[in-house]
């Protein structure tokens, strides 16, 4: 596994906490196989680019307001991949973004929600990354009712 993950090439982000028992590890990839090929076929050669959006001031985040800037940041960058969570309520809210932007755009990814930002007024649009992609990981906690018996992973909290 070290090899593996210090060697140059693709690396499939696991999800924290999955684990599966040494004896298993084998059954439990074969059932997954399809599901880990089309993810990496989706991240690959792209990293995530995170962004922020909160008030500048604490219990001022109308969350209508948040959203129309997070719309406008989603639709300057022209990515038709990336997801929206919401956090907190009502004057706490903040908004989370995370897009899946090829590797070579990372620059003009971020200049092109430079001018989204700078003209927010009082609020945040904080970017952050690249990071890897584990936002748009499909999730290969279940087998989806395939596969041997036994092939279900095993959480383990606080593990790596």
């Known amino acids: 596994v070290l090899a593996a993950v210090t060697a140059p090439g693709p690396l499939f982000p696991l999800r924290y906490g999955i684990g599966v028992p040494l004896g298993e590890l084998e059954p439990w990839l074969a059932v997954r196989s399809g599901i880990i090929r089309a993810g990496f076929r989706a991240v690959r050669g792209r990293a995530e680019m995170r962004v922020s959006v909160l008030a500048l001031r604490f219990g001022e985040g109308d969350p209508v307001r948040l959203c129309k800037v997070a719309d406008r940041v989603a639709e300057a960058t022209g990515l038709t991949s990336w997801r929206r969570r919401i956090s907190g309520s009502g004057g706490n809210t903040a908004i989370s973004l995370a897009f899946l932007v090829p590797r070579a755009d990372v620059a003009s990814f971020l200049a ?10 009082d609020v ?14 499909p999730s290969l906690e279940s087998s989806r009712g395939a596969g041997p018996a036994g092939a279900e992973p095993v959480a383990v909290p606080y593990a790596v």
């Open 112 to 121: 092109r929600i430079a001018p989204i930002a700078s003209r927010a007024g």
């Open 124 to 137: 945040a649009v904080v970017p952050s990354g690249p990071w890897p992609p584990s936002t748009f990981v």
